[in-house]
């Protein structure tokens, strides 16, 4: 912990940046403030795990009762409660990381106005104590499958496949929104209303089979969730009536769709994120 | 004391520039900016002009300025916060900043948490940032409540905290921006004691602060920023003196803002000693005398004169009124236009030491509602000394003696 002479040479200032300052710094606080954050919401009030899981939980309950007893859809696919179940927490990760980071910036004003850091770590942080949140709750959900009976599959262990691709899709947005919020404040209501049509617009509380409309379910397929979530269900529970990523989206063009969205995202976060990361400190 | 080496540079600043847009109108959403047709109206403000100076190692060296000046525009880019728009900032060493009374802290999270989350931020491992808790947290006497969030802190320990935090660190160079302005007296004596010892180590201080006795007791060298641009950089006491020629001169233009010209203007404001010298720093109990000069440009009617003294933490100490014809006064109680007086007296010091603010109000016909000219802060001067506890320093005889048996047994039997 001594002062290293070594180290007195006159360097040049870079100023604040997205990244930088050494990578090992970056992962060292990337991970305190993402276990910080985490624990505050679980062990900071009495019931902290129980109310995290109690929504998604809650939520199912609801959405069961409607698709099975109201809309009667869920009793005509195999394994629905599994199935919505696992969408629920899966996209629970999603709406966590992309909300929180929203505001993440905002809230951090305190550190950003006063410390040099590199800013990249503040959505990557929201991002990853979601993540925790997700490996919990997918404990939950896997004990639930055993309890109902399914039988494990060697494509369970694909669910890293799966589970990738959305954490950078989460991550890119996380930047976008975090560091667009800071200049527009509505930002945060806007998002809250997209994120409910995503939710819509993602086969999550239904199975993308139940749609009998042909071209409204080829054009869902262009939205990059879509096949994340219907490959999800391809690989959770083996039933021959759900379809393969081609055969749902009609051919490969909603896919391409969807794939150049998903990379223009990825694009647009890191971009606007390093445009924005020096400024941020003379905005809030 | 061992001086600055002038051969090794800590801290070297070029050409630097910093603007800032702020729009006439704000536009804070995306709404906003999507319905806005024309160009944005906003106006530039120039915070930094080609500002370039060295900083030796081992320099404690002061930034003074007035507020606006950029002084903490030019600590946050020194500190990373912000980018310059041109010139250049090289640095030998790592940097603990302190800024805005703080270093950067969660309020949502504990000192424990904290301490560790800053020690990273400044580049230590985790192991490292945990083991300074304890030398943290026993210098700002904080030690019982490590695991209380900071957001139920007062402000008082949330900078003791901070300071703490910045000088435990084991960075070379260390910004500190107005430390002085708060904090109790035993704080304000740990700072001070920490400061001399800074002073003559090999760590590098710069340091922001309108208090012109600290820069000339700690500093070696300071700069005086105004409008942005160095004024004049070189002996700590000169530059002290010339920022406060500077208030000095700037503070009756800052007149009136009443809008137009004034029912009676104030032609001049200062403080003498005993001998009818004008002074700007007073010494703790020292005699001090007043001194005001105003002239009416038209007719007013029992007019009042109020001055007030308040200090850096806003609160008013003392204040006067006069009158012309009040409290002994002999003069008709009437100015005519183009009539000028001079009022003027001894004020009784019992200023404790710290920066303070003169004000002024006159108001006509002896109503407060009436009220002519509002000056805020007509003279700005600085009280030296040993600091005492509170906000004036008043006399005291208290005796201490030794009770014998004799004076118990009486008292018992009271």
Redesign the interface.
């Known amino acids: 912990?001594?002062?290293e002479p070594a180290?007195?040479?006159?360097?040049?200032?870079?100023?604040?940046s997205a990244i930088g300052?050494?990578r090992h710094?970056f992962f060292?606080?990337l991970w305190?403030?993402s276990v910080?954050e985490f624990k505050?919401t679980f062990f900071g009030t009495v019931l902290g795990y129980v109310w995290s899981l109690m929504r998604p939980l809650l939520l199912f309950a609801v959405l069961l009762l409607v698709f099975t007893q109201i809309f009667k859809v869920g009793s005509q696919v195999l394994h629905y409660p599994v199935l919505l179940l696992f969408n629920i927490v899966l996209f629970g990760f999603f709406l966590e990381g992309t909300g929180a980071a929203v505001g993440a910036v905002l809230g951090?004003e305190?550190?950003?106005?006063?410390?040099?850091?590199p800013r990249l770590v503040i959505p990557l942080a929201v991002v990853l104590t979601a993540l925790f949140t997700l490996g919990l709750n997918m404990v939950v959900v896997v004990v639930f499958m055993l309890a109902f009976g399914l039988t494990p599959l060697w494509s369970w262990l694909l669910f890293p496949v799966i589970l990738v691709p959305l954490a950078v899709l989460t991550c890119a947005l996380a930047m976008l929104l975090s560091a667009l919020n800071v200049?527009?404040?509505?930002?945060a209501i806007?998002w809250t209303v997209l994120a409910t049509a995503l939710n819509y617009a993602t086969p999550v509380i239904y199975p993308l089979q139940i749609i009998k409309n042909e071209t409204l379910k080829h054009a869902l397929m262009a939205n990059p969730l879509a096949p994340i979530f219907q490959q999800a269900h391809l690989w959770l529970i083996d039933d021959p009536e759900t379809e393969g990523l081609i055969t749902a989206a009609g051919g490969p063009l909603p896919l391409v769709v969807a794939a150049l969205i998903y990379v223009a995202v990825c694009i647009a976060g890191v971009w606007v994120f390093t445009r924005e990361a020096?400024?941020i400190?003379?905005q809030l | 004391m061992t001086p600055p080496d002038p051969s090794?540079?800590a801290i070297?600043v070029r050409g630097v520039e910093k603007t800032?847009r702020i729009p006439t109108h704000r536009v804070?959403?995306?709404?906003e900016?999507l319905t806005a047709f024309s160009e944005q109206d906003f106006r530039v403000l120039h915070a930094l002009r080609d500002v370039s100076f060295d900083i030796q190692?081992g320099e404690f060296f002061g930034i003074v300025g007035r507020n606006g000046s950029g002084k903490s525009t030019l600590l946050?880019?020194?500190?990373?916060?912000?980018?310059?728009d041109a010139g250049?900032?090289?640095?030998?060493?790592?940097l603990a900043?302190f800024?805005?009374l703080?270093?950067?802290?969660?309020?949502?999270?504990s000192a424990r948490?904290n301490v560790?989350?800053?020690g990273?931020?400044m580049?230590?491992?985790?192991q490292?940032a945990r083991?300074r808790l304890g030398a943290v947290l026993e210098f700002a006497e904080l030690e019982e409540f490590v695991d209380l969030k900071l957001k139920n802190y007062s402000s008082g320990m949330l900078v003791r905290l901070a300071f703490s935090v910045m000088i435990q660190s084991?960075a070379?160079i260390l910004l500190i921006d107005e430390v002085l302005a708060v904090g109790d007296a035993s704080f304000q004596q740990k700072c001070a004691d920490v400061f001399y010892e800074i002073r003559d180590s090999?760590r590098t201080v710069v340091f922001v602060t309108h208090d012109m006795n600290a820069v000339e007791q700690y500093c070696h060298r300071a700069m005086l920023l105004h409008d942005g641009s160095v004024t004049s950089i070189g002996d700590s006491g000169e530059v002290a003196r010339s920022y406060l020629r500077l208030n000095f001169e700037q503070a009756p233009a800052a007149d009136s803002d009443m809008g137009g010209m004034a029912d009676i203007t104030l032609g001049d404001v200062w403080l003498e000693d005993r001998e009818g010298k004008r002074i700007t720093n007073v010494e703790k109990g020292a005699e001090l005398r007043f001194g005001a000069t105003l002239e009416a440009h038209r007719p007013v009617e029992g007019p009042t004169f109020g001055f007030s003294f308040a200090n850096a933490d806003g609160i008013e100490v003392t204040g006067f009124g006069v009158g012309l014809d009040l409290d002994g006064g002999t003069l008709p109680d009437r100015l005519e236009a183009g009539q000028r007086i001079r009022l003027g007296g001894e004020i009784e010091n019992r200023f404790e030491p710290g920066r303070y603010v003169v004000k002024c109000w006159i108001h006509r016909e002896h109503n407060y509602a009436n009220l002519v000219l509002h000056s805020p802060q007509v003279l700005d001067f600085v009280v030296y000394g040993k600091d005492g506890p509170g906000v004036v320093a008043l006399d005291h005889e208290i005796e201490v003696t030794v009770e014998d048996e004799a004076a118990m047994e009486a008292d018992r039997e009271r």
Do not use: C, H, W
């Not at chain 1, 200049?183 to 930002?187: A, E, L």
């Not at chain 2, 946050?76 to 310059?84: C, E, V």
């Not at chain 2, 580049?123 to 985790?126: A, D, E, K, N, P």
């Open positions: 912990m001594s002062a180290n007195l040479e006159l360097r040049e200032v870079p100023g604040p300052g050494g710094r060292e606080l305190l403030m910080t505050k951090q305190g550190i950003v106005r006063k410390t040099q850091f200049r527009f404040r509505d930002v806007i020096p400024r400190a003379e | 090794q540079v070297e800032f804070d959403s995306l709404k900016r190692r946050k880019i020194l500190a990373s916060i912000y980018k310059a250049r900032v090289r640095m030998a060493g790592r900043p800024i805005e703080g270093v950067g802290f969660n309020m949502e999270l948490e560790e989350l800053n990273v931020m580049g230590l491992t985790r490292n083991s084991d070379e090999e």
